[in-house]
């Protein structure tokens, strides 16, 4: 183990014990299956007597639907049944998708089919259930639908407009809601500002891509009135209520099961019209539905999110302070709020983060959220962060340029402290155990900035343009209740971990935290085996089922190894020491003689004692064997959650060196720095992994990826060979290091990690294109940036 | 002659025999072989472009979604579950090494283009293993550690 | 996404295919498939029949005689590359299929799919164009030789008629003075360009005596241009008579990553390009 890397949080004990797992980088042995193509994904799930599905979606961004049949498509080879919003409605309630802690937000009730009026492309409107998905097809070519196509609002800033097209009459106008946060007075601040500078920027609406689609089987057990859902979601005890509450089953009779994942990011945490029909029609037929979304399908109905239109404005002190900062947000969502969680989420975070880094006294945020007739908006990998990280950094990048500072310089001077912590956000929320400083540092030591500085001169006489950014950022990782369940969601904030030792010595762990790949089952082990003195290989895990692991929140919003984690630290501790203390009754000792060591219990001089399985045979077979009182109790169980904050904040510093080619506005990412502080790291090279994984992912939505739109609303580019994502060759390769902070939240002291790569790499990519524009005299204010924007910024066309 | 709107087939998969098959004409390959149990194979786009259902056919890495089961009557088809030579072996062990997948959707795709890349017994720059892969869609791990995987391979093997 | 319903026939020989083919309208030849199976695969294309003339082998011979190349149309796109004839005599075809998708669809595309198909942003009609390729096509009648530039006729419009199937293809031998240069731009490796410019140059003593310019990814199919490459010839690169020819010569069609301005500019700076190449 010495040559990896370790990173040591003391409050867990000794790096040079035996059973040292925590803050080491440790292959994940669990996952080897899948190189042998041993993955379980929902599309593998064969069960007796399944039927599939398949949907007509509305070809239309908002139109009246007057009649539709089916009868032609019944009769369609293979064709169980054809169902519309009658059949459906029976057997599921429909939903709203808003939360009571924001304020004001209105959204109508949805239902899985769309009734009277389809008001996206996309939009479910009829399903054909049939022996394969290929003759579900055939039978949706025969469904005959009454069309009557309206005026579409798909232009966002129009959409509040006197002559917008409303798209819920009885709501009155397209707003869906709005937020202002103030404090101070940026009036007066602005006033006696030195400097003060603006910009607005936009961001195009893109979509997560997840390589392998959302999918669903649904299997209604009508003996047992049993709803069983195997599902690739990120979040089984949430989908466990809203199954039970909207398809009136007992919630304790629901089983939600997850095995692999291919991916999620957020995108398979909400809940789509398209599964909750499919849960219909599997309670109403009594039999296995499964249903798989298709690529086209996936980018015209998994959500969509990052649609913003954002200005700022940022004054400055002739020193360079800044004193006030205000930005105005506009978000373009579907034509409903997404359940359960909303889609304000993202707007109310970009209100949330701006500035977070920095002392600002005085600040102004206002989000307006509206409806379109588009695919609907919700939650996505490090949700909000682009914008709010990209409007701050790009107009303190501004404001240096004015005021004659170095990019490094005018972030330092307005850092909150290292050593100033607690502290808030300029918005008001609270942030603790943060880093900038350090982190700022750690990273211009890797960039040396120098260098680069020379370069881009020497680059500039031979015509080529080269710019370089460094930015600074908070990341929401450890959600609270206050997140979601403060406002009616019936989203867990607490989570638990369940620990047992068998007969055999081996030892089974159980966490509400599920996996998408980032290595929960890994970390899970390694924490279990560390605090127990367990090799890894006597650990195995189960996670993602209803039935069989604690009640909790699952995986979003970077908790899994700071909340989990924890709980797994606390559950496998009390199991040492309910372990300990039997031992100390078998070996007629005191307990604090003992501790635990591969597997075998030891007295701390050395000596052997008991192994793990002869104690536990012991205990289970021959319990006469133990002196009397002992009460013997081999299984444990703990939860955690965060209280009276929030969130529990991280912070990174990221830097990337870029060039321009000026003839053809292609942009080519040289180099890519982060400096992440998360706390302690439970296997350093997932972290990195999520850090590099995350920066490509933001690369993807600076550079390449947006959901383009016609005026009428159809998307023009949902294939996997239109829509861009990011792909081998135009991927640098990220430079990653750390600065350690830990939370002093919990004992394992480690925050979120997944989302910092995507929240950041926006902002410190559009910086350094414009520090590179800036020696020609011009910007780009508008993500994705395209050759084309980058070559009309140059006036080459 | 005779057309139907089902073909028999027959075919080795990863050494098994599969004699007289019937499949529906239009039925692409990697549905044919998810429909018999070997579901390592993964749909991703059904167009070409991701990747994720890469597999060996006559000796060639091919896209099993844009091959009817039909075409492959008589041929030799090798997928992810039948990647245990000695030179996989040391793959895989590279992939654990450097962690170059997380959700594993992609990895059976990607590990039969690092097949071809191994087979060819070409020593490539990571500039040329990222052209190599970049026909492979992984949303999760950025490519990095996959070309790192890919690289230590190369080196170790060719 | 899964194909609509149709049969699928393997053809015994050419004679049959052909056969077959004119028998049903509907029917559509099946070759590396890589084009036809997306496409019903996404159900835009519902044919009758598929003819599967793939397993023809004497289809993908590749030939050299004393003054062209005969590459067989069912020749996958990486036999071309691996082909010691190519290599030798025809290397900037090795180079400029690097450019094609991916190895995996390179192992099944053929070369005559690709020009068959005519998809006007791929590099091969173009090239064909460029070489003054002759395509040979087998119908009812017999064979007909059709030149590359009459053979594209509009959006994925070919000469080929009903009863025919393209069966190779006969590239000139490249003279010595002659070279083949060219460049492209494409937002990932792999992807079709946003334009791609190939050039059939004659040099005498490093002065350019002829260029022929074929474009593609610029409108509905390769565009050939005149006056361009004379100007080329005459003065060399010089972007603003270039751009203002190439807006007279070509009429360009936009695509979701560049508009029809800026594959003008695009097409203008690869020139530049191209000239830069053969200096080097």
Not at chain 1, 336 to 351: C, D, G, H, K
Request: net charge negative; glycine share 8%.
């Amino acid at each position: 183990m010495d040559d990896m890397k370790v990173n040591q949080n003391p409050k867990l004990g000794s790096i040079d014990r035996p059973n040292s797992y925590i803050g080491r980088s440790l292959p994940r042995e669990n996952a080897k299956k899948h190189l042998d193509g041993g993955g379980q994904f929902v599309d593998d799930l064969v069960l007796p007597r399944m039927l599939h599905v398949a949907f007509l979606r509305s070809p239309f961004a908002h139109a009246e639907i007057k009649s539709i049949n089916v009868d032609e498509a019944k009769k369609s080879s293979g064709v169980f049944d054809v169902y519309t919003a009658k059949e459906i409605d029976e057997f599921c309630k429909p939903w709203v998708g808003t939360l009571g802690h924001l304020g004001e937000m209105r959204s109508p009730e949805q239902t899985p089919l769309a009734k009277k009026t389809a008001r996206w492309q996309g939009e479910p409107i009829a399903v054909v259930i049939a022996n394969n998905r290929a003759q579900a097809e055939d039978a949706l070519e025969l469904i005959e639908v009454d069309w009557v196509e309206k005026d579409a609002q798909v232009d966002m800033e129009t959409a509040l407009d006197e002559n917008a097209v409303i798209i819920h009459p009885e709501l009155g106008n397209n707003l869906f809601w709005t937020r202002t946060v103030n404090q101070g007075d940026v009036v007066k601040a602005f006033e006696e500002s030195h400097e003060v500078v603006e910009t607005t920027l936009d961001f195009a609406r893109h979509t997560g891509v997840t390589l392998e689609s959302r999918g669903i089987v649904a299997d209604w057990n009508k003996a047992e009135t049993k709803m069983t859902i195997y599902h690739n979601g990120q979040a089984p005890h949430m989908m466990q209520h809203i199954i039970a509450k909207h398809l009136d089953v007992n919630e304790g009779l629901v089983r939600i099961v997850s095995r692999d994942v291919g991916g999620s990011f957020g995108i398979k945490v909400h809940v789509y019209p398209d599964e909750m029909a499919v849960a219909a029609i599997s309670k109403k037929l009594g039999r296995p539905i499964k249903f798989i979304a298709d690529r086209l399908e996936s980018f015209t109905t998994d959500i969509h999110a990052r649609c913003h239109k954002i200005s700022g404005k940022l004054g400055v002190d002739k020193e360079g302070k800044i004193l006030a900062m205000e930005i105005n947000d506009l978000s373009g969502i579907g034509p409903f709020s997404m359940y359960p969680r909303t889609s304000a989420i993202e707007t109310n975070q970009v209100l949330n983060l701006s500035g977070a880094p920095y002392i600002i006294p005085n600040y102004k945020a206002v989000g307006t959220v509206v409806f379109q007739n588009k695919t609907p908006m919700c939650q996505y990998r490090a949700v909000g962060h682009p914008i709010a990280v990209a409007i701050t950094e790009a107009l303190i990048d501004k404001a240096a340029t004015k005021i004659g500072l170095t990019l490094d310089k005018i972030r330092k001077i307005n850092f909150i402290p290292d050593n100033a912590y607690p502290n808030k956000c300029p918005s008001g929320v609270p942030l603790e155990d943060l880093s900038h400083q350090a982190s700022m540092d750690k990273l211009l030591g890797m960039m040396n900035i120098a260098e680069i500085e020379k370069q881009k001169e020497d680059d500039l006489a031979k015509g080529v343009l080269t710019g370089y950014g460094v930015i600074a950022m908070c990341e929401v990782t450890n959600p609270s209740p206050l997140f979601y369940g403060v406002g009616g969601a019936h989203i867990s904030s607490q989570d638990g971990a369940s620990i047992r030792l068998e007969g055999s010595g081996a030892i089974h762990l159980s966490s509400s935290i599920t996996e998408q790949g980032q290595g929960t089952e890994a970390i899970m082990k390694q924490i279990a085996a560390d605090q127990l003195g367990v090799s890894m290989d006597t650990v195995r895990v189960t996670l993602g089922d209803t039935d069989a692991t604690p009640y909790g929140g699952g995986t979003w919003a970077s908790r899994g190894a700071g909340i989990g984690g924890e709980a797994v630290l606390k559950a496998a501790r009390t199991l040492k020491n309910n372990i300990l203390d039997i031992a100390a009754a078998i070996m007629q000792t005191n307990k604090d003689t003992l501790d635990i060591e591969n597997n075998v219990v030891i007295r701390k001089n050395g000596e052997e004692g008991i192994s793990l399985q002869k104690l536990a045979e012991t205990v289970y077979y021959r319990g006469h064997e133990i002196p009397k009182g002992t009460n013997p109790e081999l299984l444990a169980t703990a939860s955690f959650l965060i209280e009276g904050i929030p969130f529990v904040f991280t912070n990174s510093a990221m830097g990337c060196h870029v060039s321009i080619d000026q003839d053809t506005g292609i942009v080519k990412i040289n180099k890519f720095w982060a400096v992440e502080d998360c706390g302690t790291q439970i296997n350093p090279k997932l972290v990195e992994e999520q850090i590099k994984g995350g920066v490509v992912q933001g690369i993807g939505g600076a550079l390449f990826e947006e959901c383009v739109y016609d005026d009428q609303g159809n998307m023009q580019n949902a294939t996997m060979a239109d829509y861009l994502v990011p792909m081998a060759y135009e991927m640098p390769d990220i430079i990653v290091d750390h600065v350690t902070t830990n939370s002093g939240r919990s004992i394992i002291g480690a925050k979120g990690a997944g989302e910092a790569g995507t929240g950041g790499a926006p902002a410190v990519i559009m910086n350094a294109i414009n520090n590179a524009l800036g020696k020609v005299g011009s910007e780009v204010t508008s993500q994705p940036i395209t050759p084309e924007k980058i070559l009309k910024s140059l006036n080459k066309i | 002659m005779s057309i139907k709107n089902s073909a028999n087939i027959s075919l080795s998969v990863n050494g098994e025999s599969f004699d007289n098959v019937t499949v529906p004409t239009r039925q692409h390959l990697a549905d044919f072989l998810r429909s018999q149990g070997l579901t390592g194979t993964h749909l991703g786009c059904e167009q070409g472009a991701c990747g994720a259902c890469t597999i060996e056919m006559d000796g060639k890495a091919v896209r099993s979604c844009l091959i009817l089961a039909s075409q492959a009557n008589g041929s030799l088809i090798t997928t992810v579950e039948g990647f245990d030579d000695e030179v996989m072996e040391k793959v895989k062990i590279n992939f654990l090494k450097h962690n170059a997948f997380q959700c594993g959707f992609c990895s059976p795709g990607m590990l039969m283009t690092t097949k071809e890349i191994i087979s060819s017994k070409k020593k490539l720059s990571r500039d040329e293993i990222r052209s190599e892969i970049s026909g492979n869609y992984c949303r999760c791990t950025g490519y990095q550690s996959i070309v790192d995987a890919i690289e230590e391979s190369i080196n170790e093997i060719n | 996404m899964k194909a609509p319903d149709f049969s699928y026939y393997e053809a015994k020989s050419l004679s049959d295919a052909i056969k077959f083919k004119s028998q049903d309208d509907e029917a559509v030849i099946l070759a590396g498939g890589q084009s036809l199976l997306p496409a019903l695969n996404m159900r835009l294309s519902s044919p009758s029949c598929l003819i599967d003339i793939s397993k023809l082998k004497d289809l993908s011979e590749i030939k050299l005689d004393d003054n062209s190349i005969y590459i067989g149309a069912l020749a996958t796109h990486n036999q071309v590359m691996d082909n010691s004839i190519i290599k030798e005599n025809f290397p900037s075809l090795i180079e400029i299929l690097k450019m094609v998708a991916h190895p995996a669809i390179r192992n099944k595309g053929t070369h005559g799919g690709s020009i068959a198909y005519g998809d006007p942003a791929a590099e091969l009609p173009a090239f064909a164009v460029a070489n003054n390729a002759k395509f040979i096509l087998s119908g009812l009648n017999g064979n007909r030789t059709v030149e590359a530039n009459d053979f594209y006729l509009g959006l994925f419009e070919t000469d080929i008629q009903p009863d025919e199937i393209l069966v190779g293809i006969n590239y000139p031998l490249l003279k010595s003075n002659e070279k083949i240069v060219f460049e492209e731009v494409c937002r990932r490796h792999g992807d079709y360009a946003m334009a791609g410019l190939i050039a059939k140059v004659q040099i005498n003593q490093s002065v350019i005596e002829n260029i022929i310019l074929v474009f593609f990814a610029t409108g509905d199919r390769p565009n050939l241009t005149f006056n361009t490459s004379e100007l080329v010839v005459k003065n060399g690169y010089d972007y603003s008579s270039l751009k203002k020819s190439l807006s007279s010569e070509i009429d360009f069609a936009g695509d979701l990553n560049s508009s029809p301005p800026m594959k003008l500019h695009l097409a203008t700076i690869l020139i530049g390009k191209i000239l830069k190449k053969l200096e080097n």
